[in-house]
């Protein structure tokens, strides 16, 4: 199994989901070649996006970002403060005020398992093909 982490404490900016990005794609390029092709790679970096975007946004501005490759499955861990559950909404098509990443997350992992932590934050484990 080979392992990465990353964790970060920054502001709610778009430099900070291009960080997740790149650490995301360095994470899957040194896992060695064809570990994963680069249509799963795409899929791997949006979710990584969405998560870090959500932490961001809903979890105090700090999250923690870890990656496992496993034998057929890359594991993205999200980490962050807040105690609130992720949670399926309609997307705004009006306003564009988001909606879209969590039922994007769900529908390109092949499981996605939420879990309160110990001192009232939460980690979200995303299962993707590799």
Do not use: C
């Not at 999250?63 to 861990?77: D, N, S």
């Amino acid at each position: 199994m080979t392992t990465m982490s990353a964790e970060r404490t920054a502001p709610r900016s778009l430099s900070v989901v291009a960080e997740a990005r790149q650490a995301t794609r360095a994470f899957l390029e040194a896992l060695g070649q064809p570990a994963i092709g680069r249509e799963q790679t795409d899929t791997v970096v949006l979710v990584v996006s969405e998560l870090v975007t959500n932490a961001l946004r809903h979890g105090g501005g700090a999250y923690t970002l870890r990656f496992a490759a496993h034998p057929g499955t890359i594991e993205v861990v999200v980490e962050d403060a807040s105690p609130r559950m992720p949670r399926m909404r309609t997307p705004d098509l009006v306003d564009g005020t988001g909606g879209f990443g969590w039922h994007m997350v769900n529908d390109l992992a092949y499981r996605v398992v939420v879990t309160p932590g110990p001192e009232g934050g939460k980690t979200v484990r995303a299962f993707l093909p590799r």
